[in-house]
């Protein structure tokens, strides 16, 4: 289980977006434990996405206050976010297909030697740290020399994570992280995720995949329309629970077809 703290990892209170007229999130309460891996369902247009990028810096909430380790913070950027420990792994990757795997891990943060605005990156150095990392995420390439396009979709998540949790993250936060994968390499995924857990990381995962859900997570969080919906322990709940939860519903114990197909 997650490691218990009695302050969470990071906190949200009272988060509300508004893009005009419209309101994609209204007093989101929402937290994070240190170690802990959270499952966020719900629709399409339930506020995921846009929560994650408040807690990851891309957007600025309209109302409410964030918290980090205990303390209040406010993001102006991305890059706020990853100095203090969160990382953000989109669905697409962000990977340069054209560049080799330890380049993309340690992209724009390369080690070397700084010379004005100009960085003479330790290519030697780039490499060994590459490996050792991807060694003690028992992640298996062919080499660090690949390009990344040369991967499948499961390796190019895997550096993707990598590349996330290569500067001491504190926090990942995953979008999607199977869905763009063959059956074959969703388990491998998964057991990437949990391990985190091992390392000190705690795991957002944002999906639409029971399975997902309740292979790896240790808690899961339901938005509807914008707001809190209702939250537990996976082994406080049920499958065909969470799912009334993303319908909006409470108490849901019949199996659904669209379930079946999942």
């Known amino acids: 289980m997650a490691e218990t703290s009695a302050t969470p990892l990071l906190e949200a209170k009272g988060i509300s977006k508004y893009f005009g007229a419209i309101t994609a999130l209204h007093n989101v309460n929402f937290h994070v434990a240190h170690g802990e891996v959270l499952g966020v369902v719900g629709d399409n247009g339930a506020g995921k996405s846009t929560l994650m990028k408040i807690l990851s810096g891309l957007y600025v909430p309209s109302e409410g206050q ?97 590349r996330a949790t290569a500067f001491s993250a504190k926090l990942v936060i995953m979008d999607e992280p199977t869905a763009a994968l063959a059956i074959k390499e969703v388990g491998k995924v998964l057991d990437l995720i949990r391990s985190l857990k091992d390392h000190g990381v705690a795991v957002i995962i944002i999906s639409h995949r029971m399975d997902d859900i309740f292979y790896c997570c240790d808690r899961v969080m339901a938005l509807y329309q914008g707001t809190n919906f209702a939250d537990a322990p996976l082994d406080k709940t049920h499958r065909n629970e969470v799912i009334g939860w993303i319908m909006g519903t409470k108490g849901h114990t019949e199996g659904l077809a669209h379930d079946r197909l999942t």
């Open 66 to 162: 964030i918290f980090f380790d205990g303390q209040p913070v406010q993001f102006s950027s991305p890059k706020h976010a990853r100095e203090l420990g969160i990382e953000m792994v989109y669905q697409d990757f962000a990977l340069a297909g054209n560049m080799p795997i330890y380049e993309n891990i340690y992209l724009g943060r390369e080690p070397g030697r700084k010379l004005g605005p100009i960085t003479l990156i330790n290519h030697a150095q780039a490499r060994e740290m590459a490996s050792h990392h991807l060694d003690n995420l028992k992640i298996h390439v062919k080499s660090i020399d690949q390009n990344t396009e040369e991967l499948s979709g499961g390796q190019r998540q895997a550096v993707a994570i990598a």
